[in-house]
């Protein structure tokens, strides 16, 4: 399956993510980036296993129409969330810094690799996303891998990411 870039056609989305973001700000104080890369069913590449998990935790965020699994050790400015919306899911890397171009979003499972392009949202330059079918196998293979997943976007350091229930959350809400 050919993932796209997610077709962001009016400000909904940097509202509700902007609503998402204050609400899980507001719920929960957490405790505690790759070259051009197509949705193949690939050999694991295990170094993620044993690289240290990246410092946060996972939270759930309803909004109406919308869902979001949001990871970060601040959840003031998560690094990373999965939005169901809109009929789609979307892969979104916070990059606390201002983006123009799209980049490379490498997803790295235990059974699947996937390369996305993630691209600027608009009205929220800070966020890179790739937009997925709900019924993608990639996201199958994020709430059933060993225990956590990479995400590697061009430019930035890697997230290597639990897998936890809130992940599977949001996949659900958008089948």
């Not at 962001?8 to 051009?36: I, K, W």
């Not at 699994?69 to 916070?94: E, H, I, K, S, T």
């Not at 430019?155 to 958008?174: H, K, M, N, Q």
């Amino acid at each position: 399956m050919k993932a796209t870039s997610f077709a962001y056609t009016n400000a909904a989305l940097a509202t509700c993510c902007a609503a998402a973001l204050a609400t899980a700000a507001c719920a929960s104080e957490a405790q505690t980036e790759p070259t051009a890369f197509t949705a193949t069913q690939a050999t694991p590449d295990d170094t993620y296993l044993d690289a240290p998990q990246t410092p946060g935790t996972w939270i759930y965020s309803s909004e109406p129409g919308e869902t979001f699994a949001l990871f970060g050790a601040n959840m003031r400015q998560p690094d990373f969330m999965v939005r169901c919306g809109d009929g789609a899911l979307a892969l979104a890397r916070v990059t606390h810094a201002d983006q123009t171009e799209a980049r490379a979003m490498k997803v790295i499972t235990e059974t699947v690799t996937s390369h996305l392009e993630a691209a600027p949202v608009p009205s929220m330059e800070r966020i890179l996303a790739a937009s997925l079918d709900p019924r993608d196998p990639l996201l199958d293979a994020m709430a059933i891998t060993k225990g956590r997943f990479a995400i590697e976007v061009e430019g930035f350091e890697p997230l290597y990411l639990p897998a936890w229930t809130e992940v599977s959350r949001v996949i659900e809400d958008c089948r």
